[in-house]
């Protein structure tokens, strides 16, 4: 059975730091590249940050360059997002989701959720004084 399982979310001052995890199950983790995605309240869903299946590769939305880093612990299944100075505006649900690309991918998307195959249930994000 297939599962990506967010968790870290919580209710933070802005300037602090958050890391949330996407614990993988049920396929082969190193074939598939791992994205973030955050919905807003009355906002689409928009990609975050992105990493290859083989971790070689990264991209972040302009939004949250310099601020968030994605990694990706393959012998754990599981990737990270480390959001440092959080701001109100990053209060969304966050979701991490699963592409099948192969092993050592060098490329991966944020702008075509269609590419990703498995979704997770999201964890919530609230910045706020």
């Known amino acids: 059975q297939v599962q990506l399982v967010e968790s870290g979310g919580g209710l933070v001052q802005p300037g602090r730091s958050l890391r949330l995890s996407c614990a993988a199950s049920?396929?082969?983790?190193?074939?598939?590249?791992i994205g973030w995605f955050r919905q807003a309240p009355g906002k689409k869903r928009e990609g975050v940050s992105c990493?290859?299946?083989?971790?070689?590769?990264?991209d972040y939305a302009d939004s949250v360059k310099g601020r968030f880093t994605i990694s990706r612990d393959n012998a754990k299944n599981t990737v990270y997002l480390q959001m440092n100075n959080l701001k109100p505006e990053d209060t969304a649900v966050y979701y991490c989701a699963a592409d099948l690309v192969g092993p050592d991918f060098k490329l991966c998307v944020l702008f075509s959720e269609a590419s990703y195959d498995y979704w997770g249930q999201g964890t919530q994000v609230t910045v706020s004084s």
């Open positions: 990493i290859t299946s083989g971790a070689g590769n990264t």
């Open positions: 049920g396929f082969t983790f190193n074939h598939y590249n």
